[in-house]
């Protein structure tokens, strides 16, 4: 079992919807968790990270978490094709000092 | 703010030469910085962890002498690729932590290598 676990897609989601990404990790001493955008051919970029439950909200992203579960997730309201990206997500140890990555969930919005 | 940079953004070298690429943060102090390599369609693999004076710490499976970190100071962190061979040809992507935000990592643009 990988240490962080999200659906590769393809999604695939119309203009304007919600697009909902997943991801759940295996490492309970991971305590600060981001969410990075790659486009293609590029290097990632930090959208948001998220340290205590619940949910935290950065203009259309909302990110949320729930340590009981073990899950994360990153909600994109009003998604543009502008949007369509692999969204990496990445539980940060402490004690290990690193980050684990996932492999990305790749989304596409259709105009 | 947060800025890292890499240096060449893509280069084309010879099987058997070595090739340097440059990370460098511009406007913080990177107490940490990360070495990772990204074949197509893959996902991000962490090479090493470098930090400011100290040895890298290399992740399993990565040849420490193939694959030479240096972090002689805050802002630059170098990694070379020794003896390089086509396999080798991938996208090597740095990223940078700050004493303030250890967890908070900043990825430099990338360097394509293709090894011919």
């Known amino acids: 079992q990988k240490e962080v676990e999200q659906n590769s897609g393809p999604l695939s989601v119309p203009e304007g919807a919600i697009a909902s990404l997943n991801c759940t990790y295996s490492?309970?001493?991971?305590?600060?968790f981001f969410w990075y955008r790659q486009y293609s051919g590029k290097s990632p970029e930090l959208i948001m990270f998220?340290?205590?439950?619940g949910d935290k909200e950065d203009g259309r992203f909302t990110a949320q978490l729930n340590k009981a579960s073990q899950y994360v997730s990153l909600l994109i309201r009003d998604s543009q094709p502008s949007d369509s990206a692999t969204y990496l997500c990445?539980?940060?140890?402490?004690?290990?000092?690193?980050?684990?990555f996932g492999d990305g969930t790749t989304l596409t919005v259709k105009p | 703010g947060a800025v890292v940079s890499q240096h060449p953004s893509w280069v084309i070298c010879k099987s058997g030469t070595s090739v340097k690429i440059e990370c460098r943060s511009l406007?913080?102090?990177?107490?940490?910085m990360f070495w990772y390599r990204q074949f197509p369609k893959q996902s991000l693999m962490l090479m090493a962890t470098?930090?400011?004076?100290?040895?890298?710490?290399?992740e399993q499976g990565v040849e420490k002498d193939k694959f030479l970190i240096n972090h002689a100071s805050l802002t630059l962190s170098t990694l070379t690729v020794t003896s390089a061979h086509p396999e080798d040809s991938s996208f090597y992507i740095c990223?940078?932590?700050?004493?303030?935000?250890?967890?908070?990592?900043?990825f430099g643009p990338g360097t394509r290598l293709t090894v011919l």
């Open positions: 990223s940078a932590t700050s004493g303030v935000s250890t967890d908070t990592q900043y």
């Open positions: 490492d309970r001493g991971s305590q600060s």
């Open positions: 998220i340290y205590s439950n």
């Open positions: 990445a539980g940060y140890n402490t004690n290990a000092g690193k980050s684990t």
């Open positions: 406007d913080f102090q990177a107490t940490t």
């Open positions: 470098s930090n400011e004076g100290s040895k890298a710490t290399y």
